[in-house]
Protein backbone atom coordinates (compact mmCIF):
# COMPACT_ATOMS: atom_id res chain seq x y z
CA UNK A 1 0.00 0.00 0.00
CA UNK A 2 1.14 3.46 -0.91
CA UNK A 3 1.26 6.43 1.27
CA UNK A 4 0.66 9.89 0.06
CA UNK A 5 2.54 12.32 2.32
CA UNK A 6 1.62 15.81 1.26
CA UNK A 7 4.49 18.34 1.58
CA UNK A 8 3.24 22.32 1.40
CA UNK A 9 6.22 24.18 0.52
CA UNK A 10 7.42 28.01 0.42
CA UNK A 11 11.20 28.14 -0.27
CA UNK A 12 12.34 24.71 1.24
CA UNK A 13 15.28 24.42 -1.15
CA UNK A 14 17.32 23.85 1.11
CA UNK A 15 15.63 21.36 3.91
CA UNK A 16 14.57 19.43 0.91
CA UNK A 17 17.39 16.86 0.38
CA UNK A 18 17.41 15.87 3.95
CA UNK A 19 13.45 15.64 4.52
CA UNK A 20 12.71 13.65 1.23
CA UNK A 21 15.63 11.61 1.68
CA UNK A 22 14.40 10.09 4.77
CA UNK A 23 11.53 9.03 3.16
CA UNK A 24 10.09 5.34 4.30
CA UNK A 25 9.52 2.89 1.78
CA UNK A 26 6.14 3.22 0.49
CA UNK A 27 5.39 6.56 1.69
CA UNK A 28 5.23 8.50 -1.57
CA UNK A 29 6.20 12.54 -1.73
CA UNK A 30 3.75 14.86 -2.83
CA UNK A 31 5.50 18.50 -2.84
CA UNK A 32 2.93 21.90 -2.83
CA UNK A 33 4.96 24.60 -4.24
CA UNK A 34 2.96 27.53 -3.01
CA UNK A 35 4.55 30.24 -4.95
CA UNK A 36 8.39 29.49 -3.84
CA UNK A 37 10.80 31.75 -5.18
CA UNK A 38 14.01 29.63 -4.56
CA UNK A 39 14.28 26.44 -6.51
CA UNK A 40 12.20 24.50 -4.19
CA UNK A 41 10.20 22.90 -6.84
CA UNK A 42 12.61 21.89 -9.06
CA UNK A 43 14.83 20.43 -6.28
CA UNK A 44 11.58 18.06 -5.65
CA UNK A 45 11.88 16.85 -8.91
CA UNK A 46 15.16 16.28 -8.90
CA UNK A 47 14.74 14.21 -6.04
CA UNK A 48 11.99 12.36 -7.93
CA UNK A 49 8.96 13.22 -5.47
CA UNK A 50 6.03 14.56 -7.88
CA UNK A 51 5.28 18.22 -7.48
CA UNK A 52 2.09 20.14 -6.73
CA UNK A 53 1.58 23.86 -7.65
CA UNK A 54 -0.67 25.87 -5.61
CA UNK A 55 -0.90 29.71 -6.46
CA UNK A 56 -2.79 30.92 -4.23
CA UNK A 57 -1.16 31.36 -1.05
CA UNK A 58 -1.80 30.30 2.54
CA UNK A 59 -0.81 26.62 4.16
CA UNK A 60 -4.28 25.53 4.01
CA UNK A 61 -4.41 26.20 0.25
CA UNK A 62 -1.21 24.29 -0.28
CA UNK A 63 -2.12 21.04 2.19
CA UNK A 64 -5.59 21.20 0.93
CA UNK A 65 -4.24 21.26 -2.73
CA UNK A 66 -2.23 18.23 -2.04
CA UNK A 67 -4.84 16.43 -0.46
CA UNK A 68 -6.48 16.83 -3.80
CA UNK A 69 -3.61 15.89 -5.65
CA UNK A 70 -3.25 12.53 -4.22
CA UNK A 71 -4.53 9.27 -5.47
CA UNK A 72 -3.90 7.00 -2.30
CA UNK A 73 -6.23 5.53 -0.02
CA UNK A 74 -4.14 6.86 3.30
CA UNK A 75 -2.79 10.38 3.51
CA UNK A 76 -0.41 12.26 6.05
CA UNK A 77 0.83 15.76 5.94
CA UNK A 78 4.29 17.42 7.49
CA UNK A 79 5.80 20.18 7.03
CA UNK A 80 8.68 20.61 4.30
CA UNK A 81 11.43 22.01 6.91
CA UNK A 82 13.01 19.67 8.23
CA UNK A 83 11.57 19.89 11.52
CA UNK A 84 9.83 16.56 11.36
CA UNK A 85 11.73 13.08 10.50
CA UNK A 86 9.87 11.87 8.15
CA UNK A 87 11.49 8.43 9.30
CA UNK A 88 8.71 9.17 12.14
CA UNK A 89 5.76 8.66 9.77
CA UNK A 90 5.17 4.68 9.95
CA UNK A 91 4.58 5.56 14.19
CA UNK A 92 2.13 8.48 13.22
CA UNK A 93 0.32 6.62 10.06
CA UNK A 94 0.12 2.84 12.29
CA UNK A 95 -3.31 3.63 14.05
CA UNK A 96 -4.87 4.39 10.97
CA UNK A 97 -3.62 1.62 8.85
CA UNK A 98 -4.58 -0.80 12.01
CA UNK A 99 -7.71 0.33 12.30
CA UNK A 100 -7.60 1.75 16.02
CA UNK A 101 -8.14 5.79 15.36
CA UNK A 102 -9.25 7.33 12.31
CA UNK A 103 -7.17 10.71 12.89
CA UNK A 104 -3.62 10.75 14.46
CA UNK A 105 -1.68 13.92 15.26
CA UNK A 106 1.91 13.74 16.35
CA UNK A 107 2.98 15.40 19.30
CA UNK A 108 5.58 17.34 19.08
CA UNK A 109 8.85 16.91 21.42
CA UNK A 110 11.43 18.99 21.07
CA UNK A 111 15.08 16.98 20.71
CA UNK A 112 16.84 20.72 21.08
CA UNK A 113 16.78 24.35 22.87
CA UNK A 114 15.48 26.49 20.29
CA UNK A 115 13.19 24.28 18.68
CA UNK A 116 9.99 25.26 19.42
CA UNK A 117 10.29 29.01 20.77
CA UNK A 118 7.95 29.58 23.80
CA UNK A 119 5.67 31.81 22.06
CA UNK A 120 4.89 29.27 19.87
CA UNK A 121 4.57 26.73 22.25
CA UNK A 122 2.07 28.50 24.75
CA UNK A 123 0.00 29.74 21.75
CA UNK A 124 -0.20 25.93 20.17
CA UNK A 125 -1.01 24.81 23.99
CA UNK A 126 -3.45 27.24 24.58
CA UNK A 127 -5.13 26.45 21.25
CA UNK A 128 -5.32 22.66 22.06
CA UNK A 129 -6.78 23.44 25.77
CA UNK A 130 -10.00 24.80 23.76
CA UNK A 131 -9.80 22.07 21.55
CA UNK A 132 -10.05 19.35 24.29
CA UNK A 133 -12.57 21.18 26.33
CA UNK A 134 -14.71 21.73 23.09
CA UNK A 135 -14.23 18.58 21.60
CA UNK A 136 -12.87 15.93 24.17
CA UNK A 137 -10.45 14.68 21.62
CA UNK A 138 -7.42 13.67 23.62
CA UNK A 139 -4.57 16.35 22.06
CA UNK A 140 -2.41 18.36 23.38
CA UNK A 141 -0.34 19.73 20.21
CA UNK A 142 -2.30 20.90 16.40
CA UNK A 143 1.09 19.46 15.26
CA UNK A 144 1.73 19.51 11.05
CA UNK A 145 2.36 15.91 11.22
CA UNK A 146 -0.86 13.65 10.61
CA UNK A 147 -2.47 11.23 8.71
CA UNK A 148 -5.91 10.08 7.75
CA UNK A 149 -8.08 8.42 5.46
CA UNK A 150 -7.85 10.81 2.03
CA UNK A 151 -11.93 9.54 1.53
CA UNK A 152 -12.83 10.66 4.59
CA UNK A 153 -10.80 13.88 5.03
CA UNK A 154 -12.33 14.93 1.50
CA UNK A 155 -16.13 14.24 3.62
CA UNK A 156 -15.27 17.06 5.80
CA UNK A 157 -15.41 19.70 3.72
CA UNK A 158 -12.62 21.44 4.90
CA UNK A 159 -12.62 25.16 3.76
CA UNK A 160 -10.24 27.19 5.69
CA UNK A 161 -6.85 28.08 3.38
CA UNK A 162 -4.76 29.77 5.98
CA UNK A 163 -3.39 28.47 8.74
CA UNK A 164 -7.09 27.68 10.49
CA UNK A 165 -6.96 24.41 8.24
CA UNK A 166 -5.51 22.24 10.89
CA UNK A 167 -7.96 23.38 13.84
CA UNK A 168 -10.29 22.76 11.39
CA UNK A 169 -9.64 19.21 10.56
CA UNK A 170 -9.72 18.00 13.93
CA UNK A 171 -13.30 20.17 14.95
CA UNK A 172 -14.52 18.43 11.86
CA UNK A 173 -13.30 14.89 12.60
CA UNK A 174 -14.61 15.55 16.09
CA UNK A 175 -17.91 16.39 15.41
CA UNK A 176 -18.05 13.47 12.85
CA UNK A 177 -17.31 11.33 15.53
CA UNK A 178 -13.55 9.91 14.54
CA UNK A 179 -11.63 8.34 16.65
CA UNK A 180 -8.60 10.98 17.42
CA UNK A 181 -5.28 10.18 18.76
CA UNK A 182 -1.91 11.30 19.16
CA UNK A 183 1.76 9.62 19.31
CA UNK A 184 4.86 11.56 20.11
CA UNK A 185 7.42 12.56 17.18
CA UNK A 186 10.51 14.70 17.71
CA UNK A 187 10.57 17.98 16.90
CA UNK A 188 13.88 19.37 15.24
CA UNK A 189 15.18 22.88 14.61
CA UNK A 190 14.18 23.38 11.17
CA UNK A 191 16.30 24.33 8.09
CA UNK A 192 15.95 28.49 7.80
CA UNK A 193 13.71 30.65 9.14
CA UNK A 194 10.10 29.82 9.85
CA UNK A 195 7.14 32.03 8.22
CA UNK A 196 5.15 31.14 11.43
CA UNK A 197 7.32 29.93 14.97
CA UNK A 198 10.20 31.45 14.01
CA UNK A 199 8.70 35.40 14.72
CA UNK A 200 6.18 36.27 17.17
CA UNK A 201 4.04 38.23 14.28
CA UNK A 202 4.25 35.06 12.46
CA UNK A 203 2.50 32.93 15.22
CA UNK A 204 0.14 35.91 16.13
CA UNK A 205 -1.11 35.42 12.68
CA UNK A 206 -1.57 31.51 13.00
CA UNK A 207 -3.51 32.28 16.51
CA UNK A 208 -5.76 34.20 15.18
CA UNK A 209 -6.43 32.09 12.20
CA UNK A 210 -7.28 28.94 14.43
CA UNK A 211 -9.49 31.51 16.43
CA UNK A 212 -11.52 32.61 14.01
CA UNK A 213 -12.11 28.66 12.90
CA UNK A 214 -12.92 28.06 16.28
CA UNK A 215 -15.12 30.46 17.04
CA UNK A 216 -16.74 30.27 13.34
Known sequence: MTIDVILPCLNEEAALGWVLGRMPDGYRPLVVDNGSTDRSAQ???DLGAEVVHEPRRGF???CHAGLLASSAELVC???A???LDPAELPRVASPVLDGRADLVLGRRVPTAAGAWPPHARLGNAVLAAILRRRTGAPLHDLGP???AGRAALLAL???DRRFGYPLEMALRAAAAGWRIAETDVGYLPRTGR???TGTVRGTLRAVADMRRVMHS
Open 43 to 45: RAR
Open 81 to 83: DAS
Open 145 to 147: MRA
Open 157 to 159: ELT
Open 77 to 79: FMD
Open 194 to 196: SKV
Open 60 to 62: GAA
